[in-house]
């Protein structure tokens, strides 16, 4: 499940970094042709990279939502259940010792 949840955000993470990596790359390829000037292409290079930190910011949040959304779905045992199971068997362990 773990390795399930880090593929996912692998792939994302991948995908973002390869969308990024293409906008560079078609910036630089206008720049070349001429469509824009040196200066723009910065500029543009500029407002893509604060972009994408400000969307990193907003990702964060929500893919802590997800996977505690995802995790609550597959029927998990939260630390509560697995406190109430271990006084359980605390109690059924001191019951049966006494009766020895």
Do not use: C, H, W
């Not at 604060?50 to 609550?72: F, G, H, M, R, Y």
């Amino acid at each position: 499940m773990i390795n399930e949840l880090k593929s996912l955000f692998l792939a994302g993470v991948g995908s973002a970094a390869y969308t990024y990596e293409k906008a560079v790359n078609l910036i630089s390829e206008m720049v070349e042709k001429g469509k824009i000037t040196v200066d723009e292409g910065k500029q543009l290079s500029e407002e893509l990279k604060k972009n994408a930190l400000a969307k990193k910011d907003q990702i964060k949040p929500l893919t802590k939502n997800e996977v505690i959304s995802i995790l609550s779905n597959m029927n998990f045992a939260s630390k509560e259940d697995i406190a109430s199971i271990n006084d359980r068997l605390t109690k059924l362990e001191n019951k049966i010792n006494n009766n020895d």
